[in-house]
């Protein structure tokens, strides 16, 4: 996986940190998320978050900042070394667990928290001053991808293919019609799109099968580029004034490149208990 990754991540394409909102209230959940947060439920041998970490490993990401609210604190905690545990499994001859405590070493984990609800755009701004370089990832933790490569290294591969710098690039599925009103869904430029990459020149955010411009929904994966920041705090078009990511990429379209890669692979919604179920049944 490592060389595949070095060849992407060049001087145009850097990719170093990813933000990884999970400060939701997971209402859909309940009770189950009064206690333990969705993301920390199981899917296969691990939680749905190391899912997502793993992601951001496989393309070379590893710097790592979870937005969190209170009482979430058990979602870093899952990575954070525990030299006493590891002393005793190492006493133990426990090896193999061993081995599994011990592949985050390596990775900066930070953690910022957000203190009330205002959106998934407001969840990313809490990150802003962490963010050093001119693009960062952005992985909501619902969305994996199945069945090929890792979901950010895709996006990043895409990235290389597009030449202007400062671009957004948005991981996105062909939804069937009937549930585009769930997604935020583009409006492609088909002149400038070239197989799976392809080029924004609208968003909308859950429309109508009626009204939707396509059936390319966007699939909680993002590379944003630093500007995007400045723009979010200017935005407050959700309900009850939410500051939403979608917001903030309508309003920079005029000037910034927006892209999108049609994801390969099977994506699984592990936001929803009947998408987990489903997960469940795929990853175990
Ligand atoms: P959802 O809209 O699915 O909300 O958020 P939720 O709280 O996770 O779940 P439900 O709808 O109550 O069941 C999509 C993603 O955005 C993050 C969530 O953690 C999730 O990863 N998010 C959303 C925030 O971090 N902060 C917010 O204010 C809103």
Known sequence: ??????????????????????????TRFLPWTKVVPK??????????????????????????????????????????????????????????????????????FHVVYQEEQRGDGHAILQAKDWVKDELVAVLFGDDLIVGSDAGLLQLIRAY????????????????????VSKYGIVDVDEKESKGRLKKVKGLVEKPSPDEAPSTLGIVGKYLIPR??????????????????????????????PIYGYEVEGKRLDTGTPEGYKEAVKILG
């Open 227 to 256: 500007g995007t920041f400045h723009v979010l705090p200017e935005v407050k078009g959700g309900h009850g004034g939410e500051i939403r990511l979608i917001d903030a990429l309508i309003a920079q379209l005029p000037h910034t």
């Open 39 to 108: 993301e920390l439920l199981p899917l296969g041998s691990q939680p749905i978050i190391a899912h997502l970490v793993d992601e951001c490993l496989a393309a070379g990401v590893n710097d790592i900042c979870f937005v969190i609210n209170r009482g979430k604190e058990l979602i870093p905690q899952y990575f954070y070394a525990d030299p006493a545990l590891e002393a005793e499994l190492r006493r133990r001859g426990k090896h193999h667990p061993l081995e599994q405590l011990k592949r985050y070493d390596d990775v900066n």
């Open 1 to 26: 996986m490592a060389i595949p990754v070095k060849l992407w991540q060049t001087e145009i394409v850097k990719v170093t940190q990813a933000i990884l909102p999970v400060a939701g209230l997971g």
């Open 160 to 179: 290389g293919h597009v030449a202007t710098p400062h671009s957004a690039m948005l991981c996105l599925e062909n939804i069937p019609r009937e549930h």
